[in-house]
């Protein structure tokens, strides 16, 4: 339901975005500084706590995208990727939740 209720908001929110805050009346630094705002608000809806976890995630993509060479940084990426996914996901399973099927951030 949050979900659906995010995709309701978000459509329009796009809609006013287009009338209120097309490139001729609005700078690039406060469209994306609203669609930063609005999309944590989003994660945070759907998720709970756990999006936590989502914004650990989107720093070590971008510790690996400003360390990594050009030439790896897909596998480096791809990797911490999913060994994060990975461990929460496993933790959750075994640790939190066993035996009760839910979704969550790692599926």
Known sequence: ???VACQLFALSAA???RIYLHPGKASPEV???LATILGIYFVVFCF???AVHLFVLVLLGYGVMATASV???HRYSFFVAMGYLTICHISRIYIFHYGILTTDFSG
């Open 1 to 3: 339901v949050n979900f």
């Open 71 to 73: 030439s790896s940084i």
């Open 48 to 50: 709970g706590w756990y």
């Open 31 to 33: 469209r994306h500084a």
């Open 15 to 17: 809609f006013w975005f």
